[in-house]
């Protein structure tokens, strides 16, 4: 222990995580005449003449972010390229390069990092990016994996956070809840097998649920269909951490509220029968729930037309402006506040 | 455990880092036009127009590369920048911008991280760099951490491991063994004390060797002299393994043999006391003991002029045909085959 830590103890999970990542970060200026955005969007943004390099790392350490216990080490390499791949995308960026750092114990063999190679090159081949960096070190306990992604975008196709405005449309892709969902799934099956080693995992008909939890997509398809059709939106961000939570986000930092339409928030039929296996609304998983790696993203009303025919996105509300707070409106028709993380067990 | 371990095991530590790393991504190609340099050298390189990106990282792991027992978290984040900054410096290159990612148990209390963030401010501050992402994750044990480095330079300006030739001198700058000498003296401090926790520590003397330990800086004035020279290295690397480790990287990646001259190895004065105070060789600390962060590079003859009147620059030694191997020249006019690591306590 150090001596700093004696004195004045603050507990780190007082701040939560978004408050200790400010807390921390709150006096370093930014002083490079190429740094065009430094912490708090998806991604860096780092101007090189025409082009801007993108910059985006995650942190995922065993026991915190995934259990081996139901992972398999190649879906684990695949997803901790993915997630990273979706905060390039999130930019309006395309992914070109990772580097890879792991830190494990000697409990792993060459064997099984040979698996988590192989779902990091099975990412590298399906996004088509370059593994071209990293460090591989030993570790007392354990596996922590860092992945840094690099991309590139032209300077005045970039979008921020920050972009949203009033009267805009909320846009999501895909389908949300899912991936929330398959843990459940994954967690219970294993605290069954805990129980009862004989059993045989019951994992059928929520196929879909498990994919979106263990090997998840980054939506590289849709930054393309961007491109092609000419339309940049106003603000984006990728949902890591639930719809809700990512609304707050954008309303955050644009500067305005929002409404959502609980009945445009699209969730799959297979995760709404799961919902109700567990007794979860299904609402909530999908507003809340994490881990789905789609788009939330913000258009001007004049390329409504734009989006309207493409399939796999959703119209799921309008940006208010933020004196009108940020509101659900349910199926019902009742009006509430979102709250960014509600977890409501009934 | 993974299926795939069940079948064959091999312990990791029958490769070794260097043969993990080249076992790990042998079946991974690059695809990407932007990218100039992949994994092998002590960055990345991507093209982006007139100038290149170069990116490096490295992971820190408790318990591994850092005993918080007798490194102050300030010294820790300073050293940590500095440690990856001086990859890109070895690439002749300056860094820009850096990401930091640190994974950390409960028991880092915020007054504890504002240290470590103290000293990755002040790495910054001493080299004009931006904090520009990161992330901040929980560990069920102990810190990790992961820091990008990202540089620019002119695409002719960059310097590889390859291109040493027969003919070339090779140049060290600062000098070496003290950083390995300096983590002796604080091991064997918190021994003492581990065994007689009254006993104040006696550092008095290796003042230098420690603080070459704990807050090592990294050679930018010396590619800032290179550029005001017009000097450009035939090939370059950092000292972060020990002098002779690079040596062998420079030789087998340019396809040449060295002739180090024991005479030109240089050694702080400090160090070389300490070093017979520990019954060790001084040479051998100098060539094997690794952390200096110095750089080690080759250049052509005809530029012998613009780096022998500079300071802090020493000739070590000659570029030799790959047939004639790797050689160390004694003071006692004895050629010996340098062994990349090789420690002799006598």
């Known amino acids: 222990m150090n001596a700093s830590e004696m004195q004045g103890r603050t507990d780190v999970n007082t701040l939560g995580e978004f408050g200790l990542i400010e807390h921390l970060t709150r006096e370093f200026p930014l002083r490079q005449p190429s740094t065009i955005k430094g912490i708090g969007d998806d ?25 081996l216990a139901y992972t398999p080490l190649k879906h684990l390499g695949y997803k901790s390229v993915v997630v990273n791949l979706s905060d390039i995308y999130a930019m309006n960026a395309f992914p070109k390069q990772i580097t890879v750092s792991i830190a494990i114990s000697n409990r792993y063999s060459v064997e099984a990092l040979d698996e988590l190679y192989a779902g990091i090159r099975a990412a590298c081949d399906a996004y088509n990016v370059d593994l071209v960096g990293g460090d591989t070190t030993s570790s007392p306990r354990g596996m922590t994996i860092c992945i840094t992604a690099i991309g590139q975008c032209e300077k005045d196709l970039i979008v921020y956070r920050n972009g949203a405005k009033k009267g805009d449309l909320i846009c999501v892709t895909g389908d949300l809840g899912a991936a929330y969902l398959g843990l459940q799934m994954l967690e219970r099956e294993q605290r069954i097998w805990q129980d009862n080693p004989d059993l045989q995992p019951d994992l059928e008909g929520q196929k879909y649920a498990i994919g979106r939890q263990l090997k998840p997509e980054a939506r590289r398809d849709l930054v393309e269909v961007f491109r092609k059709n000419g339309l940049k939106p106003t603000s984006m961000i990728d949902i890591s951490d639930g719809m809700a939570s990512e609304i707050f986000h954008i309303c955050k930092q644009s500067g305005v509220g929002a409404l959502i339409e609980e009945e445009g928030v699209p969730i799959n039929q297979e995760a709404q029968l799961l919902a109700l296996k567990f007794k979860l609304d299904p609402i909530t998983c999908a ?60």
């Open 287 to 346: 507003l809340n729930g994490g881990e789905d790696y789609e788009l939330l993203f913000t258009i001007d009303p004049k390329d409504t037309d734009k989006v309207r025919f493409l399939p796999d996105i959703y119209i799921a509300g309008e940006i208010l402006d933020a004196a009108d707070g940020i509101k659900l409106n349910t199926k019902g028709g009742k009006l509430h506040d979102l709250k960014a993380q509600g977890w409501v067990h009934f």
């Open 43 to 67: 991604a860096a943004v780092i101007e090189n003449g025409d082009l801007c390099t993108v910059v985006s790392t995650d942190m995922l350490v065993e026991g915190i972010h995934f259990d």
